[in-house]
């Protein structure tokens, strides 16, 4: 078994806090894939206004059976 992990986090940005009954919407995109790393873009908006981003660097990692 493989499960993706984080495993870095540079440049997370909170703009605004999220309030119990907000509707969250997250969005990302992978900017860049070399040799099983991925580096995506993610943003999480709560109706138009932008709630928090990041660049997340993503890789695999074998767990137990």
Do not use: N
Not at 31 to 41: A, Q, S, V, Y
């Amino acid at each position: 078994h493989q499960c993706r992990v984080i495993s870095q986090e540079d440049t997370a940005r909170f703009k605004r806090p999220v309030e119990p009954g907000d509707q969250l919407r997250i969005e990302s995109r992978i900017l860049r894939k070399m040799k099983g790393i991925w580096l995506f873009e993610a943003s999480a908006h709560v109706g138009d206004q932008l709630a928090a981003s990041a660049e997340l660097m993503c890789t695999y990692k074998g767990i137990g059976a």
